[in-house]
């Protein structure tokens, strides 16, 4: 089989692979590949002389472009973080109405910095807050192609502040985007101009197929359900729904994927066949109609390569030569990374070109081998098998969890999508522009089919444990999967273990593997870990111990503000959704041991909601007094809902949790009469962890008060690692308590620039003066604090103002 | 020389075994999915049920065929075949033995050796010998047909190939060519032991022969090699099926 793209890329992958792994250090490897390419020349025999000299040359080529691009990807602008800059530029994407955001790209031509006007050619990002209802509307007139005038406050983009939280200045740099503008209002932004392209042509076209379907839908759920299906507005899609599909592995079927694209062009293809035009017409047709729909439907990644590669198709058709999909496939990746070559790290573009090449590769081998069943059903189960199995590694290291019913799901869904939902909702469109009524007697079909399928998908989705999160996967572990699952594909395939037992036994030993992942390892850790996870203004803290055991302390959280109907965003913000629950799943938390909730204020307790929801818990803990406020009774109604067990605190008691961990209550006693009514502050829970002889006290938010009556109840050792009370407000952390405790460390977790002025600087100094170190998330990201018998370590995502 | 296009996109199809027709190429095809569309639909796999011993489909379970029935029980040998002998495989045969196309014992050989390895391989020990051809037939072809497929199976099976038999007479009239009864007569020492005497009680000897059309070589020497204290079982590629013998 000689396919010489196929080389290409390799070897390609190969030189990203050396960038990455040297940092791309020239020397290193242009003597590195000096040596390859002799050695090739010299001993290789003559057979694959030529396919090596292919791979290592690819191989050095990309690499030079590599460590070249990553050295001219950085910004020409110079200015400084924070400032306020006037700029000109030309709207560049199409703009994102979200809620009270107003979001697009923006192509500089100058900007007035330290009084004079420079040239730039830079592109940014641009973030407006809509401030009234009439701007909102307003803001649906802004069309890419604008030349606008506008004072912005730029901002780099932010770095994750939890492990495995997404990169978001990496994920802009890669699109060579350095800086965010920020303004408030839309009467900022001035028209002065406006530059019409291809693009705004596109764009009035979109809006017309978009307006059509408003007509077409009256379910408006339905309405953005199909529009995402149809033209690629993502946006349009309810959240809720996407949620429920990302969770079954269903999520590329809800915006146009790349089988969408061959499955319309296949499908048109055959129509003007039909219709009585030669092979090589209808293909010229067909070539000259994609790049108008990839154009229409926004030219994501994976559209583009779909688009690409049935281009090349039909090339091959009109011209009359061979199909060979795999180089085409290449070709598409190849011309893809020559424009934009920093998408080879983008997760989207990845797993769209691995799942394709396995399911090119994997799947006739595979469906020739399913011994009984109709061939649609055959080629279906072992394609929905390949895509998983191939698509696996990729969502573990990048999402970290995957349902057991994604494969049942593809298996039942994707065909119904692909062969029902996606030619009526084609066919409707196209038809309610000749006659309408038809169009909407379509559609009200397709509604109620979708509404019908939908409740499917929700009753699967009840169901609870199908949901596994993945610890983040070292190289060890994916390597071993990959192996293990292209030797079980070839076992299976090839002629040498028809009737043998060896497929069994490599397919079974790959299946225990991803238990490995799920499970970890199964020898104990060599620290117990504390993590300090930043979630703003707020506490959550997350203890796993040597033997994996999971605790978790409060879950930070804010109070949910009033918002008028046009201010909500698709996708709000939610403590525990967005950061509690993926730090929790990014550590492959499969299930708690133990949730603490010190009291109900809604900085630690919110984002219990979210947490409640996604994983199974064994008891939950919280402090002696009743419930009071509003959100504290909606949670502990949710908990008794999933039957879960709450425990009143056992004040005075100590709890073995393992060999070398106990927890020690220490507060609140609920005879103190002061605790009801005051605020509940006071009434947090206390708790003595005890990891391998060093102690640890979390403190809630208690006050002055509590910290006296600890103080008169126990007589408190040396405290190793101190929890700085109430996100150190000056009214805790006393003098004489810190005195008493005299602890070595102390952790706050508190917002950045929060509108407490949390911690006061008296609490720093009184805990300096004691000698303590400090670790705060608002300066320092999540910390993280390593316990063994021997020593702490401590470590955080900000590295660069840990230490001071 | 190869299109512009090839040299880009490479050479993604395969030749048939067959007909050198062009067929798409799989990972992991079994040698009888090497072929192009037509020979697939020309070739007729043996359907089951079939007669449990010469392997002739029958439409009832678990019996024998009419022809097995006339044949007394000690001469009975069991039989498997990759195809039917129909106007395809007379073809196949044909260009194979009677034109020289020798490549053609490989992918027969490949074929029946994996049926060998589904049906028979269970038995523990066997060997593998062959219907022989006389030395002066294979003087006349180049090459000896039973043999080049029997060292093939050997190979891909890991099994030795022996030379028990040899065959005496010689005549001009092909086997192939005559009548059932003109064969039986024609068959009567026809083939003759040539292996040592050896302690081989109930060792299996598998035989490997082209086409079975009523069974007689096949045994004639089956009656041979259990004089000489094997159990023979007989693979072919082809067998005839009543309505084209």
Same mark, same amino acid.
């Given at each position: ?18 960038? *990455? ?50 050295? *001219? ?117 001035? *028209? ?413 307790? *919110? ?198 | ?24 190429? &799989?990972?992991?095809?079994? &040698?009888?999915?090497? /072929? ?150 024609? /068959? ?16 299996? &000897? ?40």
């Amino acid at each position: 089989m000689n396919r010489p793209l196929v080389k290409v890329v390799i070897g390609w992958l190969m030189g990203v692979l050396c960038v *990455q792994l040297t940092g791309g250090q020239w020397l290193l490897y242009t003597c590195g590949f000096m040596v390859v390419l002799i050695s090739g020349v010299t001993f290789i025999n003559s057979e694959v002389r030529g396919s090596y000299l292919l791979v290592a040359l690819t191989c050095m080529v990309s690499g030079f472009v590599y460590s070249y691009t990553m050295l *001219q990807n950085v910004s020409e602008l110079r200015i400084a973080s924070d400032e306020d800059i006037h700029v000109t530029g030309t709207i560049e994407s199409k703009p994102i109405r979200d809620g009270d955001q107003l979001r697009f790209d923006l192509q500089l031509a100058q900007i007035w910095h330290q009084s004079k006007w420079i040239h730039t050619k830079e592109r940014i990002k641009v973030v407006i807050k809509i401030e009234s209802m009439k701007q909102w509307e307003q803001s649906q007139q802004v069309r890419r192609g604008w030349v606008i005038q506008a004072p912005l406050h730029m901002e780099r983009p932010s770095l994750p502040r939890n492990p495995g939280a997404f990169h978001y200045r990496d994920y802009l740099q890669q699109q060579s985007i350095f800086w965010i503008g920020k303004s408030t209002g839309l009467q900022s932004l001035k *028209q002065i101009g406006t530059e019409s392209s291809l693009m705004t042509w596109i764009d009035r076209v979109h809006q017309l197929f978009t307006d059509q379907m408003a007509h077409l839908y009256s379910d408006t759920e339905v309405q953005g359900f199909m529009k995402g299906l149809l033209l690629g507005d993502r946006y349009d899609v309810p959240m809720e729904w996407e949620e429920q599909y990302q969770t079954l592995g269903l999520v590329h079927i809800l915006s146009i994927s790349g089988f969408h694209v061959s499955l319309l062009v296949g499908a048109l293809f055959l129509m003007l066949r039909y219709v009585g035009m030669t092979r090589e017409k209808s293909a010229w047709l067909m070539l000259c109609f994609l790049p108008f729909y990839v154009l229409l439907t926004g030219a994501e990644s994976p559209i583009v390569r779909a688009g690409l590669v049935s281009g090349m198709m039909c090339l091959a058709i009109a011209w009359r030569k061979e199909k060979d999909i795999l180089s085409f496939l290449c070709l598409a990746a190849l011309i893809q990374l020559c424009f934009e070559p920093f998408l080879i790290f983008n997760p989207g573009f990845q797993l769209s070109y691995v799942v394709t090449a396995a399911l090119i590769v994997g799947t006739t081998p595979l469906a020739n081998r399913f011994p009984y069943g109709y061939e649609w059903f055959r080629y279906t189960l072992a394609g929905a098998c390949v895509a998983q199995a191939a698509s696996f590694p990729l969502l573990v290291y990048y999402f970290h969890e995957s349902s057991l019913f994604s494969l049942m799901a593809n298996v039942l869904f994707a065909p119904f999508f692909s062969v029902v939902v996606l030619p009526i909702g084609y066919g409707s469109l196209l038809v309610s522009f000749l006659v309408l009524p038809i169009g909407i007697w379509l559609t009200q079909g397709l509604t109620w089919i979708i509404q019908f399928s939908q409740n499917g998908i929700e009753w699967v989705q009840q169901v609870s444990g199908h949901l596994f999160s993945f610890a983040h996967p070292n190289w060890i572990w994916l390597s071993v999967y990959i192996l293990l699952m292209v030797g079980s594909w070839w076992t299976w395939v090839s002629v040498r273990y028809v009737h043998s037992k060896i497929p069994w036994l490599i397919s079974s030993v790959w299946i225990c593997w991803i238990g490995v992942g799920i499970w970890g390892t199964f020898w104990p850790a060599s620290h117990h870990e504390i993590t300090m996870i930043d979630v703003g203004q707020g506490d959550a803290f997350l203890i796993r111990t040597k033997l994996g055991k999971t605790i978790l302390i409060d879950g930070g959280g804010r109070l949910p503000y009033p918002q008028k109907e046009w201010q909500k965003r698709r996708n709000p913000f939610d403590v525990g959704e967005d950061v509690v629950v993926p730090f929790l799943t990014y550590q492959g938390v499969n299930q708690i041991d133990l949730l603490v909730s010190t009291h109900g204020d809604a900085d630690h307790l *919110q984002g219990l909601g979210a947490v409640v929801k996604r994983f199974p818990i064994e008891k939950i803990i919280r402090n002696p007094l009743p419930t009071i406020s509003k959100l504290e009774k909606e949670w502990t109604r949710e908990v008794r809902g999933r039957d879960i067990p709450i425990h009143i605190a056992p004040i005075g008691q100590i709890w073995g949790i393992e060999p070398g961990v106990s927890i020690t209550f220490l507060y609140p006693d609920f005879r103190d009469e002061a605790l009801y009514g005051g605020t509940s502050n006071n009434a947090g829970l206390v708790l003595l962890f005890t990891i391998d002889q060093k102690h640890i006290l979390f403190t809630g938010d208690i006050e002055q008060h509590a910290e006296e009556k600890i103080l008169q109840a126990w007589n408190l050792p040396k405290i190793d690692i101190y929890k700085v009370a109430h996100h150190g407000s000056k009214t805790s952390s006393t003098e004489a308590f810190i005195h008493q405790m005299r602890p070595r460390y102390a952790l706050i977790s508190v917002g950045e620039k929060n509108l407490y002025g949390h911690p006061s600087p008296e609490v720093v100094g009184r805990l300096q003066k004691a000698g303590t170190q400090i670790y705060r998330t608002d300066q320092m990201g999540a910390v993280t604090v390593r316990i063994n018998q021997e020593e702490v370590q401590f470590s955080s995502m900000l590295q660069e103002k840990g230490r001071e | 020389m190869r299109s512009w296009w090839s040299k880009i996109f490479g050479d993604s199809s395969a030749s048939c075994w067959f007909c050198q027709s062009p067929r798409p190429r &799989v990972i992991g095809d079994h &040698v009888w999915e090497q /072929l192009c569309a037509g020979c697939m639909e020309k070739r007729k796999i043996l359907a089951y049920p079939q007669c449990k011993v010469c392997g002739k489909p029958s439409s009832i379970d678990d019996s024998f065929c009419y022809d097995c029935q006339r044949t007394p029980e000690y001469e009975r040998v069991v039989n498997i075949s990759c195809v039917e002998y129909n106007h395809w495989a007379r073809l196949v045969v044909q260009q194979w033995k009677y034109r020289g196309d020798e490549r053609l014992s490989r992918p027969m050989g490949l074929w029946m050796a994996s049926l060998i390895k589904q049906r028979f391989l269970s038995r523990d020990r066997f060997l593998i010998t062959y219907v022989p051809c006389h030395r002066n037939r294979v003087y006349e072809r180049g090459f000896d047909q039973a043999k080049q497929l029997a060292h093939i199976i050997g190979a891909q099976l890991h099994v030795p190939v022996m030379d028990l038999l040899v065959r005496q007479s010689y005549q001009d009239q092909q086997q192939s060519k005559r009548s059932r009864e003109q064969r039986l007569q024609a /068959l009567v020492g026809a083939f003759s032991y040539q292996g040592k005497q050896m302690d081989v009680s109930g060792q299996s &000897v598998l035989l490997v022969d082209d086409v079975y059309t009523t069974g007689s070589t096949v045994r004639e020497c089956a009656k041979l090699l259990r004089r000489a204290n094997f159990q023979p079982v007989a693979c072919t590629f082809a067998r005839a099926n009543s309505e084209y013998v």
